[in-house]
Nanobody
């Protein structure tokens, strides 16, 4: 089981980024996939989850309405679309395969003018 995140970078407040989570060793459509983040000086926090055959999604209150999670089974990849970004969204973002507890290496997102 292996996970690689990508797509992070520097973006201005109000901007958007789309993170990717490429998986190998398992299929993303048959597993609960989660996104976490770790903001500077803070503990890791859950961002959202995509689960089940109907791609049910759940989000933390801090990102609800701004972030969305999706998955592409043809690419075996999960995405985190982030809109209306705020400086407080600055963090390292991690993708997690829930059943095995496998974490990716993380990708840095910096929101700053």
């Amino acid at each position: 089981v292996h996970i690689v995140e990508s797509g992070g970078g520097l973006v201005q407040p109000g901007g958007s980024l789309k993170l990717s989570c490429a998986a190998s060793g398992f299929t993303v459509n048959s597993n609960n996939m989660k996104w976490y983040r770790q903001r500077p000086g803070k503990e890791r926090e859950w961002v959202g989850t995509i689960a089940g055959p109907r791609d049910s999604t759940y989000y933390s209150d801090s990102v609800k309405g701004r972030f969305s999670i999706s998955r592409d089974t043809t690419k075996n990849t999960v995405y985190l679309q982030m809109n209306s970004l705020k400086p407080d969204d600055t963090a390292v973002y991690y993708c997690v395969e829930f059943s095995s507890g496998t974490w990716g290496q993380g990708t840095q997102v910096t929101v700053s003018s």
